[in-house]
């Protein structure tokens, strides 16, 4: 297939797309590259383009036969800190861009959202697809009104399907340290030392990024009638796990001694997930906490990754605002902004002209780079 992914060079995209070409498809990667261009290389059958996703038209849709709408304002200090922003790419865009595929022929989108509609739970209750949503925060409630009004354009010649992702973990090539088992591995490896907020008994879906990028890659062949119109929850019974049990696990994992400490008053949100139904289609997950952990800690001994800024996704945000701010009207509210720019002021210069920044890095301007 000519298959479209919209936040293509993400932390899930950067995975799924060398994924999806090793396949055979060709793919249109969309992308606004905030955290970089060289995590998505140049090979056959990729065409990446710098556009903003609230900006696509039918001629990105040109051609494509399924989309893959990865693009998001992704965890929730962010959408917290960018609520307008989160409301309009992870609901408002998704919605207009699963309209134009409609339009345009395409006969299949696949909409990743999160198992955080689901809020938080008592802990003896097991959220399956009929549970009622009760989304806490903003990046939450716009996925959750994604689902809905996408899921409203299926019928018999377009198949939508919403896939509700447990935290995901795990080696990447735009790496993230602020998901849950990804900083406590780091954490561990370079300090030794594990912080675990008290009393650990909070339960936690976890799923790796390459589990969840096959669970998307499925829902492209899976059987119209199966898949259609429907929510699957993406995860596994076996990457469900109670707090002070994952940190016991990932500090077993660390190839060095770690110590757990433990801090805080008892954090009593808790919840679990049924994955029961995408189990039924046959997709079992591969990986576990531990793959996850080993894979880290090989690649950051190795150099091939680093915690950087720009692995914490809320920081790197705030740089790129910051360094904007700075660099084109002198605002007052680009503070921490002026030491980085005296360090090296043609790096951030660089950053900024990269990424396109009009008058703020979340705004609402086309970048003019969708050729």
Excluded at 119 to 147: C, H, I, M, W
Aim: aromatic share 8%; with cysteine; hydrophobic share 45%.
């Amino acid at each position: 297939m000519k298959i479209l992914v919209t936040g293509a060079s993400g932390y899930i995209g950067s995975t799924l797309v060398p994924m999806l070409l090793d396949a055979g498809h060709a793919v249109r990667a969309v992308d606004r590259f905030f955290f970089g261009n060289e995590h998505l290389p140049e090979r056959p059958g990729l065409q990446k383009i710098r556009e903003d996703s609230r900006r696509l038209t039918e001629r990105h849709l040109e051609g494509v036969e399924a989309v893959i709408d990865l693009v998001a304002i992704s965890n929730d200090p962010s959408g917290d800190l960018f609520p307008d922003a989160t409301l309009e790419i992870n609901w408002a865009s998704r919605v207009h861009t699963a309209r134009l595929a409609k339009r345009m022929g395409a006969r299949r989108y696949i909409l990743p959202s999160s198992c955080s509609i689901y809020g938080y739970q008592g802990p003896d209750f097991v959220a399956d697809e009929s549970a009622k949503p009760n989304p806490l925060t903003t990046y939450a409630r716009a996925n959750a009104q994604a689902e809905v009004d996408v899921l409203a354009l299926a019928d018999g010649d377009f198949t939508v399907v919403a896939l509700r992702q447990a935290t995901v973990y795990g080696l990447s090539p735009r790496m993230r340290f602020d998901l849950a088992i990804n900083g406590m591995a780091c954490g561990a490896w370079q300090k030794g030392e594990l912080p675990l907020m008290r009393d650990g008994s909070q339960w936690r879906p976890m799923v790796h990024v390459r589990d969840t990028s096959r669970a998307q890659i499925m829902m492209l062949d899976a059987p119209a009638a199966a898949v259609n119109g429907q929510i699957f929850n993406v995860g596994s019974a076996a990457n469900v796990y109670r707090i002070g049990e994952l940190g016991e696990r990932v500090a077993a994992a660390v190839p060095r001694a770690v110590k757990i400490k433990w801090y805080g008053d008892a954090d009593n949100r808790s919840y679990r997930v049924n994955f029961d139904k995408i189990e039924a289609l046959g997709f079992r997950a591969e990986f576990r906490a531990e793959d996850g952990v080993h894979e880290i800690c090989r690649a950051l001994k190795a150099g091939q990754v680093a915690h950087t800024p720009r692995t914490i996704t809320l920081d790197w945000y705030r740089r790129l605002s910051a360094w904007h701010a700075r660099l084109t009207n002198g605002a007052a509210d680009a503070s921490g902004a002026d030491a980085e720019l005296a360090a090296d002021p043609a790096e951030m210069r660089r950053w900024v002209e990269a990424v396109e920044l009009h008058g703020g890095i979340l705004n609402i301007q086309p970048n003019g780079a969708g050729g």
